[in-house]
C-alpha cells in the first residue's frame, strides 16, 4: 500500500489542524495504522493508533483528549485530528500502516509497520 500524508501547516496554540493520510493500492481496513511525529533532534515517536477493522484508538498520554484518529474506508483515508495543539506538537507527523492486526505491545514499535507515508510539517507558534 502507498501512503500520502497531508494536512499540515502553521497554527498558533490552541489551534487545530486535521492531518489526512490517503492509502492507494489497498483496503486501508486491512492495516493497523498509526501517526508518529519527529521533533527535531528527537526520535520518532508514535501517538495514536487504530487497529485493522476495529474502531478503538490508543493515543499517547500526551495527546489525549487531544487528537482524534479516525478511518474513512469509503474515501480510504485515515485522519489525526488534532486540536488544542501546543508548542510542544511542533513536529514531522508521519503515517504507517502495518498488516493486520497489532497487539499493543508492537503498536509503538517503529518496526512493526510495513509502509510509510512521506511525511507532513506541523509547526505551532504564535
Known amino acids: 500500500v502507498q501512503l500520502q500524508a497531508s494536512g499540515g501547516g502553521l497554527v498558533q496554540p490552541g489551534g487545530s489542524l486535521r492531518l489526512s493520510c490517503a492509502a492507494d493500492?489497498?483496503?486501508?481496513?486491512?492495516?493497523?495504522i498509526g501517526w508518529f511525529r519527529q521533533a527535531p533532534g528527537k526520535e520518532r515517536e508514535g501517538v495514536s493508533f487504530?487497529?485493522?477493522?476495529?474502531?478503538?484508538?490508543i493515543n499517547v498520554n500526551s495527546v489525549k483528549g487531544r487528537f482524534t484518529i479516525s478511518r474513512d474506508n469509503a474515501k480510504n483515508t485515515v485522519y489525526l485530528q488534532m486540536n488544542n495543539l501546543q508548542p510542544e506538537d511542533t513536529a514531522v507527523y508521519f503515517c504507517?500502516?502495518?498488516?493486520?492486526?497489532?497487539?499493543?505491545?508492537?503498536?509503538?514499535?517503529?518496526?512493526?509497520?510495513?509502509?510509510w507515508g512521506q511525511g507532513t510539517q506541523v509547526t505551532v507558534s504564535s
Open positions: 504507517a500502516a502495518a498488516r493486520g492486526r497489532l497487539i499493543t505491545s508492537r503498536l509503538w514499535a517503529i518496526g512493526s509497520y510495513d509502509f
Open positions: 487504530l487497529r485493522s477493522r476495529e474502531y478503538n484508538t
Open positions: 493500492g489497498s483496503t486501508v481496513n486491512d492495516y493497523t
